[in-house]
């Protein structure tokens, strides 16, 4: 790698690869030591393109969901199976990874900044401004922007838009699947809301069993699904369709619950 050689948003790969190594190694014992990530589909992550790949997943962090990718991603790539262990997988990482994130939360202050380096794609949200609902159009070239990111390689996005589950997909990311055709990667995570506050910053709570699984690419006929037929997918991929949510007994709550706790990791288990 050339001393000044840039990615296509005038980043320096040298850099962009001391952020990655650095913020990896300080993040590796919320995922692997506070708490204990489970992971699955790490052979998914080995056999896909080098580029023109859209990761879906559902959302519970501003930062630890993306952080969490950064780590299976890079591991997978160096031959673990469904582990992050040992974070020296990170000495060499895939430089061509990005993520989209709402401009005003990558400028909140100078870590989120930092971060931004390893890869976003900051955008303007069009329904959502400094805590109020707005309306506005989709900037061109935020749209562009995803199709440079794509073009060079990986691109993760929150389809939702939001932290609060069950809301509603944004039809955008349906428009870029159909208009851009990517490979597209749905990723459920679960166990990142109980352990980390909102930000994903700090460490809320330890020994959370969490969960990131890597499902197979979606079967999409970019030709013919319509947006909505993509839009429902997506849905059903991230397990965000509202036929998820349903009243449930309170004896099957209470089974539910012992359940957990018995999941719930903890240092001293074989």
Request: without cysteine; charged residues 25%.
């Amino acid at each position: 790698m050339g001393l000044f050689k840039q990615n296509p948003f005038g980043h320096y790969l040298i850099l962009k690869k001391w952020v990655i190594r650095i913020l990896g190694a300080l993040t590796h014992r919320r995922f692997r030591g506070f708490n204990e990530l489970k992971i699955e589909g790490s052979e998914i992550i080995r056999n896909l393109p080098d580029n023109n790949v859209l990761f879906i997943s559902n959302h519970q962090t501003y930062f630890a969901d993306v952080v969490a990718m950064f780590h299976v991603f890079n591991a997978s790539l160096s031959d673990r199976d469904d582990s992050i262990k040992n974070v020296g997988y990170l000495w060499n990482p895939k430089m061509n990874i990005y993520y989209v994130a709402a401009k005003e939360t990558m400028k909140s202050g100078l870590l989120p900044k930092i971060m931004a380096y390893a890869g976003s794609i900051s955008i303007e949200r069009t329904w959502r401004a400094k805590g109020e609902d707005v309306n506005r159009q989709v900037k061109m070239s935020d749209i562009s922007a995803i199709k440079t990111a794509l073009d060079d390689g990986w691109v993760i996005t929150f389809p939702q838009g939001t932290t609060t589950p069950f809301k509603p997909i944004r039809k955008g990311t349906a428009h870029i699947i159909k208009h851009y055709k990517p490979v597209v990667v749905p990723i459920v995570i679960d166990g990142f809301r109980r352990s980390f506050d909102k930000k994903g910053l700090r460490v809320k709570k330890k020994n959370i069993l969490q969960t990131l699984e890597i499902k197979e690419p979606l079967q999409i006929d970019y030709e013919n699904d319509s947006i909505a037929e993509i839009v429902e997918k997506i849905e059903f991929a991230i397990e965000q369709h509202p036929s998820f949510l349903k009243v449930i007994p309170q004896d099957v709550l209470e089974a539910e619950e012992a359940l957990n706790e018995m999941r719930k990791w903890r240092p001293n288990n074989p």
